[in-house]
C-alpha cells in the first residue's frame, strides 16, 4: 500500500509538472551533448519570459509562444533565430503529449520559409578555393575545404574529429564515427583519397589549429577573392556542392546521399541537391534525340 500510495503520488507529480522542471528532466531524453545544451538554454529563456516556466505544462498556451516570440524580434533576432526557439518549444511540448501530460498540442506559428539556399560551387570556384588556402597563413584551411567537398560533412562535425573516433582501414582510408551530430543521430563516414589525406595532415584533430575568428576572418578573405558580395558563399555551401556532387557526377541515389550526409529525409536531400548545367544539357540531348 505504501508503494502504491508513492506511486499515485509521484504520477500526481508529473500530471501537475510545471514547464522548466519538465525541460530540465526530460531534455536529456529529447537532446543530446551541445544540443541540449544550447536548448535547455533557450527553453529557459522562454520560462523566464513572463513567468512561463512556472507555469504548469497544459496551461503553456500559443498566445505564450507568440508573445515569446515578439520579444525576441524586438530583441532584434532574426526570424530563422526565433523559428529555432519555437521549435525546441515545439520538441517539449510534443514530448508531454507522448508522455500523455497534456492533452494537445498548441498551435505554433513559424516565419514562412524563403526557399532553401541554391548555392554550389563549381569546378572552377573548388580549385580556387583550395589553391588560395594552400598558400595562406591559415593552410590548415585548405584541408577543412577538402574534407568538406569530399565528405559533405559539417563545419561541427570536421570541428569535433578527434583520434578515439577514427579507425583505419589500411593506408590510405579511415572511418570517422561521428557521435555529436546536427539532428543527433550517430553516422559513418568514410575518408579515402584526398579527404584521408587532408585529414592526415591536420593529424586527425582538425580543431587542433583551429578558432572561430581565424575561421571567419579565413573564409571571409577567400570570398572576397573568389566571389566578392556573394553572400551564399559560404563554409555550408560545400556541404551542398559535396551533395550536388555525388548525384550529378557520381550518379549516387538520393536515398545514399542521405545517408552520407545524415539526413532523416529524403526531401531535406533534395534541398542539397543542385542540378548542374551539364546534367541539363544532356538531359536536352536525350529528349532531342
Excluded at 545544451?37 to 500559443?62: C, N, P
Excluded at 503529449?97 to 532553401?116: C, R, S, T
Amino acid at each position: 500500500l505504501h508503494m502504491t500510495a508513492k506511486s499515485h503520488r509521484s504520477n500526481r507529480e508529473k500530471e501537475h509538472m510545471n514547464f522548466i522542471d519538465f525541460v530540465n528532466t526530460e531534455g536529456p531524453n529529447i537532446w543530446r551533448d551541445k544540443h541540449l545544451e544550447e536548448s535547455r538554454a533557450k527553453m529557459h529563456r522562454f520560462g523566464e519570459f513572463q513567468g512561463i516556466g512556472f507555469k504548469d505544462l497544459k496551461d503553456v498556451t500559443a498566445m505564450d509562444i507568440h508573445q515569446f516570440g515578439l520579444h525576441l524580434r524586438s530583441s532584434g533576432l532574426t526570424e530563422n533565430t526565433v523559428d529555432h526557439y519555437k521549435a525546441a518549444i515545439s520538441a517539449i511540448l510534443s514530448h508531454a503529449l507522448d508522455l500523455e501530460l497534456v492533452d494537445k498540442m498548441p498551435n505554433i506559428k513559424f516565419a514562412q520559409k524563403k526557399p532553401g539556399r541554391v548555392r554550389f560551387l563549381s569546378e572552377a570556384e573548388q580549385e580556387k578555393l583550395l589553391a588560395f588556402f594552400s598558400g595562406h597563413k591559415h593552410w590548415w584551411m585548405e584541408h577543412w575545404c577538402q574534407i568538406a567537398l569530399s565528405t559533405g560533412m559539417r563545419h561541427d562535425e570536421i570541428h569535433g574529429i578527434n583520434p578515439s573516433m577514427i579507425e583505419m582501414r589500411g593506408r590510405d582510408m579511415c572511418v570517422v564515427r561521428l557521435t555529436e551530430t546536427k539532428n543527433g543521430d550517430d553516422r559513418t563516414v568514410f575518408l579515402a583519397g584526398k579527404a584521408f589525406k587532408a585529414l592526415a595532415a591536420l593529424e586527425f584533430t582538425p580543431g587542433a589549429l583551429y578558432t572561430k575568428n581565424k575561421f571567419y576572418d579565413s573564409w571571409s578573405d577567400a570570398r572576397s577573392k573568389i566571389a566578392p558580395g556573394d553572400k551564399e558563399f559560404v563554409f555550408h555551401t560545400l556541404r551542398h556542392t559535396a551533395a550536388t556532387t555525388m548525384v550529378n557526377d557520381h550518379k549516387l541515389p538520393t536515398v545514399t546521399v542521405a545517408m552520407q550526409l545524415g539526413h532523416r529525409t529524403l526531401q531535406t536531400t533534395q534541398k542539397y541537391v543542385h542540378q548542374k548545367e551539364d546534367a541539363a544539357m544532356e538531359i536536352a540531348k536525350l529528349m532531342g534525340a
